[in-house]
């Protein structure tokens, strides 16, 4: 069974930066698109980034110019580094994976389990 791990969450103070990190592992024949989610507190889930398959990517408002979404296809690895953090990225981070695990099926979504990130004095 595919499975998401996350990790480089924790408490971080305003202006520092996190290098957030997911891999996937089990049957795996091809990934396409990947990217990185949050919910914070009363709040909805969020896009932050995400990245195609041929490395085209996208961010939200809030997250452009400070975070930086990468991908490793050997290592099966979708990366995010947040630089300038502020109060307001306090949230669960989620990766989210569209995995294909043979020729004859199509892509499903799989997420990862949150890893959380706190910005605080």
């Known amino acids: 069974q595919v499975q998401l791990v996350e990790s480089g969450g924790g408490l971080v103070q305003p202006g520092g930066s996190l290098r957030l990190s997911c891999a996937a592992s089990g049957v795996i024949f091809s990934i396409k698109d990947m990217g990185w989610y949050r919910q914070a507190p009363g709040k909805e889930r969020e896009l932050v980034a995400s990245i195609t398959s041929d490395e085209r990517t996208n961010y939200a408002d809030s997250a452009k110019d400070r975070f930086t979404i990468s991908r490793d296809n050997a290592k099966n690895a979708v990366y995010l580094q947040m630089n300038r953090l502020k109060p307001e990225d306090t949230a669960v981070y989620y990766c989210?994976?569209?995995?294909?695990?043979?020729?004859?099926?199509?892509?499903?979504?799989?997420w990862g389990q949150g890893t959380l990130v706190t910005v605080s004095s």
């Open positions: 989210n994976v569209q995995i294909r695990r043979t020729v004859i099926y199509g892509y499903v979504e799989v």
